[in-house]
């Protein structure tokens, strides 16, 4: 059994909270969770046999923000920013989480989306040092020895990707190591989840991206996707595995394909605390914004027509939660899902169509509902089409078609509707289906917009709409807080819509229309915090989780966050 290199103690004497730590010397200086660098005080410079090891002025950590953040801004480029950030990480992660907390809404975009998608497109061309796990599928019989070098043992967060979606970006093969990193990096950052808690993993099953294969310094298994019944063998092996080692663990399923994606959640979510980030948290973050967006307009969710463009796990975890929210509000299901009209490259789903995807099914609407439509041609019913006949509130994009919100499209639906709630939720930013200033002048300023990659205010004669971003990171952080603090062993559907709500409710909107309908990065530990009692509750109510009173959940809530501070250093022998 691995023996911690610290633990987090309270000194008898003085009451204060200290660290105790076996590590000292150069050892101590190369632990990213552990080293101070320079604001190791004279005393634990003596302790830790660190004398010489550091220039001998002694740094405040508010004194190293200030140094980190002005090397930062002399990177030139996004990818640059990215690579200091990521050696920052890699050198003092306290220093790294104090950085980003007091300057989150710039950095935020530079550690995750959109700029995160450009690092692991480059990921064998800019890799500088390990972090996490890798298991390739050559290695399947040794993955119980590939866990037990987990580099912590108590490991409470799994962000688990194969590399095959990689947000619009495809199959980048070992490359998607970095979207575990950068989500297990916001569960620290938005939630307080311990750093030395979280565990990425990159399940390398090969890459289909024949640019990769043929790159010399592809740093991934060079072999073809790994399909069928081995694949789905590899999954069992790595799960069984994960249940053995970490029994207790989130397990977090992310940018999985949309074949591979909804089938392993649906394996696997009655037997391991898991969920899939793309189709659950996607939809619960979307579902905040909407409910915000009708409260604007002084409607309910039921009350609405939705068309959404899409229909791989994004958008259909998107409809899964509208229609548990308008079933919530009292709407039958089958109901609830005849007033969401999803469109594929082969257009409008409906019962005619005899190729539509296994999960589809279900949001296909009748081809009787299409009798007297005006279309262009019967095949396939373009977007233009549904658009026209439906007359939809709600225009959610989930397909990473930039561009696909047309101004004959979004005027079409302005003249039917009032407020037009236009959602392009497709990211990075170049696979936006629109952006915010087109729509708000299409719209003549009417339009109430949430993306998915973050943009600028917009000013619209004279008049500055300040815009939403559907972020997963104003959800999945604080589903995973409230998961560890309630002792979930599951992670239900409720939850998440739980979540949706209570991020609903803290809309800036309420108070200003032309506010964002969700809140700024800079309220996001709140923000988790409030998910995290919601969906603690929830799980209680749920039966998955022990039950509390109120007033105990948000104390372990509250114990479960770490926050970026230095504490006195205490030294344990080895």
């Known amino acids: 059994m691995k023996i911690p290199a610290f633990r987090v103690a309270r000194d008898e004497q003085t009451g204060e909270e200290v660290m105790e730590v076996r590590l000292a010397g150069w050892p101590l200086l190369n632990s990213p969770l552990l080293n101070k660098s320079s604001a190791f005080t004279d005393e634990e410079r003596y302790e830790f046999d660190l004398l010489g090891l550091l220039p001998p002025q002694v740094s405040t950590l508010p004194e190293q923000v ?69 298991i390739s599928y050559p290695q399947r019989n040794d993955i119980d020895r590939i866990l037990n070098n987990a580099p912590h043992p108590d490991v409470r967060v799994i962000v688990v990707t194969d590399g095959e979606r990689v947000l619009g970006l495809g199959d980048l093969g ?70 053995r080692h970490f029994p207790s663990a989130l397990l977090q399923w992310e940018d999985f394909s949309r074949d591979n994606g909804p089938r392993i959640l649906a394996r696997y979510r009655d037997r391991l ?97 299409l009798v007297g439509w005006e279309v262009e041609r019967p095949d396939p019913i373009t977007l233009a089409d549904v658009v026209r006949n439906v007359h939809p509130t709600i ?16 005027r079409n639906m302005a003249q039917h509707v009032e407020r037009p709630i236009i959602f392009p939720l497709s990211n990075p930013t170049s696979k936006s289906e629109a952006v915010p200033a087109t729509l708000l ?8 917009i949430a993306t998915g990659s973050p943009f600028a205010d917009v000013v619209y004669k004279g008049q500055t709409f300040r815009i939403g971003q559907c972020n997963n990171a104003f959800i999945f952080p604080g ?14 559907e409720s939850m998440f819509v739980a979540a949706a709500q209570e991020l609903g409710r803290l809309s800036p909107a309420h108070h200003d229309p032309t506010a964002s309908l969700l809140p700024s990065m800079e ?21 998955v989780a022990p039950s509390t009173s109120a007033e105990e959940l948000r104390r372990r809530v509250t114990a479960t966050m770490w926050s970026p501070e230095y504490l006195r250093y205490k030294r344990v022998a080895r």
């Open 66 to 134: 200030a140094r980190a953040y002005a090397s930062y801004q002399c990177k030139p480029t996004d990818l640059e920013r990215y690579i200091y950030l990521l050696s920052l990480q890699d050198r003092n992660e306290t220093l790294f989480y104090r950085l980003l907390q007091e300057h989150i809404s710039e950095l935020m975009p530079i550690v995750y989306t959109p700029t995160v998608g450009l690092a692991s497109q480059s990921y064998s061309h800019i890799y500088r040092r390990s972090r996490g796990l890798y």
């Open 174 to 243: 070992v490359g998607g190591m970095g979207i575990p990193i950068g989500k297990l990096s916001l569960y620290t950052l938005c939630a307080g989840i311990h750093p030395a808690t979280t565990l990425p993993i990159l399940l390398d099953v090969g890459t289909n991206n024949q640019q990769l294969l043929s790159d010399p310094i592809y740093l991934g298994w060079r072999h073809g996707r790994v399909r069928g019944q081995e694949y789905d063998d590899f999954i069992e092996s790595f799960v069984a595995a994960v249940q």
């Open 273 to 369: 605390c898991s969920f899939n980030d793309d189709i659950q948290g996607t939809g619960a973050v979307t579902l905040a914004g909407l409910l915000a967006a009708v409260s604007v307009t002084g409607s309910r969710l039921s009350d609405q027509r939705i068309v959404v463009l899409g229909a791989g796990q994004a958008a259909v975890g998107v409809s899964d939660q509208i229609v548990s929210a308008m079933v919530r509000e009292g709407q039958a299901e089958e109901q609830a899902r005849r007033a969401v009209w999803l469109i594929d490259v082969g257009g409008l789903l409906h019962t005619g169509r005899m190729d539509l995807e296994p999960g589809n099914h279900m949001y296909a609407q009748p081809v009787e509902r």
């Open 395 to 410: 225009l959610i994009g989930a397909a990473a078609q930039p561009g696909a919100f047309t101004e004959e499209i979004v």
């Open 441 to 448: 002048a299409w719209t003549e300023g009417r339009a109430l």
């Open 479 to 492: 589903v995973g807080l409230g998961v560890i603090a309630s002792g979930a062993t599951r992670v239900t």
């Open 523 to 543: 309220q996001i530990r709140d923000v988790s915090q409030r998910v995290a009692l919601a969906v603690g509750a929830e799980a209680q109510r749920a039966g």
